[in-house]
């Protein structure tokens, strides 16, 4: 008789856990799955900001971002302003140059829709210094973006950061 009601007060205190789990499971699929929709909305409608926060240069340490860089894109128009960590092997004449700075630039995007619902936009824009740079950013389902940028003057650099939502 004993044994009967300490399996019967188990079971009354772990079934409501086990079906809290189940619950707290189902809300984590459904705000990953609200998540990926915002982003498939943001990234097709062509209007969206990216907000960097780490830059990762081909050579030396990893460096974190503060404030914070942002990346604006307003159809084919895209702004931005980021510090260069890296070898220039052009000197620009004037030193305040040295960063990666797009205004209202007009720009062809390449958009590809990977696999695992993840977007890649690729673009390239001439800055005023006569420089090429090719953007290959890369936006996760979940929001955090990759922007690496090879150019014809300096190394590449990537820079690490989230889409604002």
């Given at each position: 008789m004993k044994k009967f009601i300490?399996?019967?007060?188990?079971m009354l205190i772990f079934i409501p856990f086990g079906a809290s789990g189940q619950?707290?499971?189902?809300?984590?699929?459904?705000?990953?799955?609200?998540?990926?929709?915002?982003v498939r909305m943001l990234v097709?409608?062509?209007?969206?900001?990216?907000?960097?926060?780490r830059a990762n240069p081909v050579r030396g340490r990893s460096v974190?971002?503060?404030?914070?860089?942002?990346?604006?894109?307003?159809?084919?128009?895209?702004?931005?302003?980021?510090?260069?960590?890296?070898?220039?092997?052009?000197?620009?004449?004037?030193?305040?140059?040295l960063a990666i700075e797009l205004n209202e630039t007009v720009v062809e995007t390449e958009t590809v829709k990977d696999r695992k619902k993840g977007y890649t936009i690729i673009f390239s824009a001439r800055t005023e210094t006569n420089e090429n740079i090719t953007f290959y950013l890369r936006i996760s389902a979940s929001g955090m973006a990759s922007l690496?940028?090879?150019?014809?003057?300096?190394?590449?650099?990537?820079?690490l950061g989230y889409l604002k939502m």
């Open positions: 300490v399996i019967s007060l188990c619950s707290q499971q189902e809300a984590r699929d459904a705000k990953k799955v609200a998540v990926e929709e915002q097709e409608s062509g209007t969206f900001e990216i907000s960097f926060d974190i971002l503060s404030p914070v860089y942002e990346m604006k894109f307003n159809n084919n128009c895209v702004s931005t302003y980021l510090p260069y960590f890296g070898r220039s092997y052009t000197a620009p004449a004037n030193p305040a140059k690496s940028i090879n150019s014809s003057s300096r190394t590449a650099i990537t820079y």
